[in-house]
Each structure stands twice: as C-alpha cells, then as structure tokens.
C-alpha cells in the first residue's frame, strides 16, 4: 500500500525536522485526528498485542480486545491496586478507562498535549469517579515532585521530540520506589539505546521484553476492520495518512517490523535514587522512519 501525499510529505518533516519542530507537528497530527474524528467508538489508536494470555473482559470491552491487551502487557506484574497511577500519552482515553475500572487504581489521571483529546475524554468518562484527563506536554509534565506510585506509557514516546527529558520529568513526578511501565516501537538502532538512556535517568529495569511479534499478530487480526473502520470513519482527505500511522499492512511501520529494521519493546522499571544533574541535558531517540 502506497502512501498518500499528505503523508509523505509528514513523513519526510519528521526525518528532518528539529526536535521542537517534530514535537508541535505530533501535537498538530492529534489535534486534527479528534477534531475531525470525535466518534466515541474510537477510543483507542494503539497497534494491539496478542500472545493468546489476555485478561477477562466485560462484554463491553471485547471490541476493543487486542487494544486492551497491549495495556494489560505493559502492566503485567506492576503493583496497581490502591495506587495513584499516571497515564503519560493517554490519547482518547480507552486505556485509562478500562485501567481504572478493572485493576482498582486508587486513582488513574490521563495526560495529553492535544487538547481536543483532552476534551473529548473529559466528556466521554465524566462518570468514572478515579479517572480525570488533564493537558500538558510529556516532556514538562504539570504535576509536583511524587504525586504517583505508577507511571505507564503505551506507544507513546516514539512522538517527543525530547525523550530524556520525558524520562527524568517520570522519575520526578514518581514516588520513592514507584514504579515505570513503558511499550513502544523505535528502529532497531534506537531501540538498543534506550535501555542505557532509562538507567541514567535513575530507573532500574525489572522485566523488559521484545514484542513485535504479538504485536504483528495483533495488526494481522485487526487489519481488515482497521481498514474497513479508517473507510467509515476517516475524511477522504486524510484516510491514506491514518492508514500509514495506523500500521496497516504495507505501510512503512509493518513492513519495518516484518524486516525486523522496526522493533517493539517493553521494559518496566523502578525509580531508584540518582544524582540527574549530569543527565539534564537532551536525548531524543527519536524513532528513525525510512
């Protein structure tokens, strides 16, 4: 599947764009997709994950099962129960949702830089009392020093223009010992850097694991409904560049993972105590899109 040319030309910007350049275009990217998309349906953007050991879900939620899935991945043996917790990245809010019905977090708050999405989530889950949606960027995040026991991040983070600026502002805001859930895609390249990054930045990876080939399972599953679901749902105008961001077959993202040039990981983590002040400077690893 060919890109469309909006979508080449966004491609092409975020290659060569400065940082803060790629961060306002992300930001430009989202606000468009809720504001020309608000149908609450659609309440999840992520790639879905599959290994066949998903958690029980409300009748409800199984349309939205191999999205769920990959939260219920990024969380597996994470202490939540009673805790305050943080979605960094929560988009349209379907991940903080289910998070907060079904694993008795004490509290869950969503942060997002795309107002519209902000909105639309304060609208959509006003009724579930332990949830709240608040704007903000992840690389200066709006809450004081040891607010949360737990921060997660779901396929996220490949979109901040500063990525060590994201994970010290996660060991800030993180109480003593609490605890990092992280899941995202990068080039291979990048991947590999990224573990170092997290230590330096005072966090001590526990479990991490390699799961693009659930991931591929999942966008396999999902493909046709994903398509069918971008041809109800998506203006002509921008339908091919959903499609490509989207990780339909035959665009950039899944033929990477199939090539194995693209990865997808995981890797939770505790906050330990370090000194941050040689660290402060940036480090983007940035996701290299060819």
């Not at 890109?3 to 989202?30: C, D, E, H």
């Not at 943080?86 to 903080?96: D, F, I, K, P, W």
């Not at 289910?98 to 942060?111: D, Y």
């Not at 971008?230 to 077959?249: D, H, L, M, N, Y």
């Amino acid at each position: 599947m060919k890109m469309g040319l909006p979508a080449k030309i966004f491609v092409t910007l975020l290659r060569l764009s400065p940082a803060r350049i790629q961060n306002r275009m992300w930001k430009w990217w989202y606000q468009k997709m809720a504001k020309t998309n608000d149908d609450s349906r659609f309440r999840f953007m992520n790639y879905g994950f599959e290994d066949g050991n998903g958690p029980d879900l409300l009748p409800s939620d199984e349309v939205n099962r191999l999205f769920i899935q990959l939260y219920s991945m990024n969380l597996r043996g994470a202490e939540i129960e009673g805790r305050d917790v943080l979605e960094v990245g929560s988009g349209r809010g379907g991940g903080a949702s289910w998070v907060a019905r079904s694993l008795a977090p004490r509290s869950v708050v969503g942060v997002d830089f795309s107002s519209e999405a902000v909105n639309l989530c304060n609208q959509w889950y006003g009724d579930q009392d332990n949830l709240s949606f608040v704007e903000g960027n992840a690389e200066d995040l709006p809450f004081d020093d040891e607010t949360f026991d737990l921060v997660y991040n779901v396929e996220s983070s490949h979109c901040y223009g500063d990525m060590g600026a994201f994970i010290e502002q996660v060991h800030r805001v993180l109480r003593k010992g609490g605890t990092f859930c992280w899941t995202d895609l990068r080039d291979a390249e990048t991947m590999s850097l990224l573990p170092e990054m997290f230590k330096s930045r005072g966090f001590e990876i526990v479990k991490s694991a390699n799961v693009v080939d659930e991931v591929l399972r999942a966008l396999d599953e999902i493909n046709e409904a994903k398509i069918e679901q971008i041809t109800k749902q998506v203006p002509k105008s921008i339908r091919k560049s959903v499609e490509t961001f989207a990780g339909v077959k035959g665009t950039p993202v899944y033929e990477g993972f199939v090539n194995g040039s693209m990865t997808y990981h995981r890797h939770m983590m505790k906050k330990i105590d370090v000194n941050l002040g040689s660290n402060s400077g940036t480090g983007s690893a940035r996701m290299k899109i060819r």
